[in-house]
T-cell receptor, first 113, second 113 residues
């Protein structure tokens, strides 16, 4: 499977701060980029996703920024809260291959008081 | 999004035995997927389960080790055969939504002793 590189591996942010997680991909055929949030003992939950025809998508406190030329995308969590403490996975997929996703390695986010 | 359940939620099995994991969805879906998530690691796609046809396996996964059934549009099973401790993982099923979204079940935590 084509790689999706994710950084950082772990992140500690104070409550109210901005959490930023970055991903880079290789396969230019990817045309769907979701982010998932996973709490311990749970399955990943779809958080937000973007297609390459837009450079930014915002849903509440969560924003995806997408740079097609650099083949990079990032997740920004504004006003981070302790309840946001979880592992975040970026992923990339090609709609033409039936939504098959390649996942990044994950970022463990801890939001402190 | 679809509501997805998996059985069992967890199991401890002896090496050399097999375990069948069930995935049930509350609505009819075309695409179902099976992933493996080793402890503290990312998700790796095992196979795509298509109703009415053979599953499509990713590189490194074979039907003899991970046979899959997809008898209808709401149900699938994954069997982990002839288990070894290296098969200890979380096994997740997911379903494809519209147009590209993918939703995950809660996972089955398997420990092989």
């Amino acid at each position: 499977q084509q790689q999706v590189k994710q950084s950082p591996q772990s992140l500690i942010v104070q409550k109210g701060g901005i959490s930023i997680i970055n991903c880079a991909y290789e396969n230019t055929a990817f045309d769907y980029f979701p982010w998932y949030q996973q709490f311990p003992g749970k399955g990943p939950a779809l958080l937000i996703a973007i297609r390459p025809d837009v450079s930014e998508k915002k849903e509440g406190r969560f924003t995806i920024s997408f740079n097609k030329s650099a083949k990079q995308f990032s997740l920004h969590i504004m006003d981070s809260q302790p309840g946001d403490s979880a592992t975040y996975f970026c992923a990339a997929g090609t709609a033409g291959t039936a939504s098959k996703l390649t996942f990044g390695t994950g970022t463990r986010l801890q939001v402190t008081l | 999004s679809a509501v997805i359940s998996q059985k069992p939620s967890r199991d401890i099995c002896q090496r050399g035995t097999s375990l069948t994991i069930q995935c049930q969805v509350d609505s009819q879906v075309t695409m179902m997927f099976w992933y493996r998530q080793q402890p503290g690691q990312s998700l790796t796609l095992i196979a795509t389960a298509n109703q009415g046809s053979e599953a499509t396996y990713e590189s490194g996964f074979v039907i003899d080790k991970f046979p899959i059934s997809r008898p209808n549009l709401t149900f699938s099973t994954l069997t982990v055969s002839n288990m070894s401790p290296e098969d200890s993982s979380i096994y997740l099923c997911s379903v494809g939504g519209f147009p590209y979204e993918q939703y995950f079940g809660p996972g089955t935590r398997l420990t092989v002793t």
